[in-house]
């Protein structure tokens, strides 16, 4: 068994796709930490910044999903509101009396 293949089943985060930004994003974090800190071999630096890649892609994906989820409920809202009788100016207010 290779060392690369050894680490990767020593760590079972490795090539799993995150279901969370906060997830994500610490992972994320974890390996930029690992890479800026620790004196690692060539293949380990490959490794952390291949997964690193790929967690910042994930990260950007669900910012877009959550950014799209957000505009459309801003629109339904909108659309929502247009519904929404607004009073008039021509109604005699109770308290003028």
Known sequence: ????????????????????????????????RKLETGPLSLDNSIRLFEEGMGLAKRCNELLSATELKMTRLQSAFAEQ?????????DEPDDFDE
């Open 1 to 32: 068994m290779s060392p690369r293949r050894a680490q990767q089943d020593s760590d079972p985060k490795v090539d799993q796709v995150p279901a969370s930004f906060e997830d994500a994003f610490s992972r994320l974090e974890d390996a930029v």
């Open 81 to 89: 509101m247009r519904f929404v009788p607004e009073e008039s100016d």
